[in-house]
């Protein structure tokens, strides 16, 4: 083998070695978030928008991948190498499909995402056998400091208000410390957060959306160059 082969061969070690690593990271991560916020997933019927299922999913795939290359590259075995290879090819085909899937259907999604939300907090919340869900909306409504689909009186449609006569005590703002009150006060907004959930939603989506773009983007240029790196140091070994 040239010296120049040589040298991509640790290279391509390097690289799915870094791989590695940052499967490790993000198939954590999905651990941490499937078990702290999992039951977000009880607010929609859409399980693949949770991040901790995408997350366990992309860093079992990276494991894997990286394995290969790992192997392939320092042992010098061309059929890992070749199966790296097509590997690398399947998740950067699945990538494009998923992209060019989710910018057809944004709009269908921010639309089911509202009927979910309706569905949680007007017909869900507080009723027997719910307990995820109204769990998952009372982190929700703390975590985003939101309160109700747009407004707080939202809750006044609830089944729950209709039950309790009361809104969720997570309406209230941090300083209020006794249940929400139900009337409509003078300065409302300082006893109720004042923004809606659906829109703190889609805003966080939206931030969300943006990074993940950019990050498979970058992810996409680094499997590229795998691919092509694979090829040369396969095609030396043969």
Same mark, same amino acid.
């Given at each position: 083998m040239s010296k120049s082969c040589s040298c991509l061969k640790y290279l391509l070690f390097i690289f799915n070695f870094l791989f590695f690593l940052i499967g490790c990271a993000i198939l954590g991560l999905g651990i941490w978030l499937k078990v702290e916020k999992g039951d977000y997933v009880d607010i929609s019927q859409y399980d693949y928008l949770s991040a901790a299922n995408v997350?366990?999913?992309?860093?079992?795939? %990276?494991?894997?991948?990286?394995?290969?290359?790992?192997?392939?590259?320092?042992?010098?075995?061309?059929?890992?190498?070749?199966?790296?290879?097509?590997?690398?090819? %399947?998740?950067?085909?699945?990538?494009?499909?998923?992209?060019?899937?989710?910018?057809?259907?944004?709009?269908?999604?921010?639309?089911?995402?509202?009927?979910?939300?309706t569905q949680a907090m007007l017909n869900k919340y507080g009723e027997s056998g719910e307990g995820g869900l109204t769990k998952a909306v009372?982190?929700?409504?703390?975590?985003?400091?939101?309160?109700?689909?747009?407004?707080?009186?939202?809750?006044?449609?609830?089944?729950?208000?209709?039950?309790?006569?009361?809104?969720?005590?997570?309406?209230?703002?941090?300083?209020?410390t006794k249940a929400c009150p139900t009337e409509v006060v003078a300065e409302w907004h300082r006893v109720y957060k004042p923004e809606g959930c659906y829109i703190k939603l889609k805003d966080f989506l939206k931030d969300n959306f943006l990074y993940i773009g950019v990050t498979a983007i970058v992810f996409a240029i680094f499997q590229v160059l795998g691919m092509i790196f694979s090829m040369i140091l396969y095609r030396s070994i043969r």
């Open positions: 997350a366990i999913a992309i860093g079992s795939v %990276i494991l894997v991948v990286s394995f290969l290359g790992c192997c392939g590259s320092i042992k010098e075995i061309a059929p890992m190498l070749i199966a790296f290879f097509v590997l690398l090819v %399947i998740i950067f085909l699945l990538e494009i499909a998923i992209g060019i899937f989710a910018y057809v259907q944004k709009d269908d999604l921010e639309t089911e995402l509202q009927k979910d939300l009372d982190d929700f409504q703390r975590d985003f400091h939101c309160c109700g689909i747009d407004i707080y009186t939202d809750w006044r449609g609830s089944k729950y208000y209709q039950k309790f006569g009361k809104f969720p005590q997570t309406c209230c703002t941090d300083g209020q």
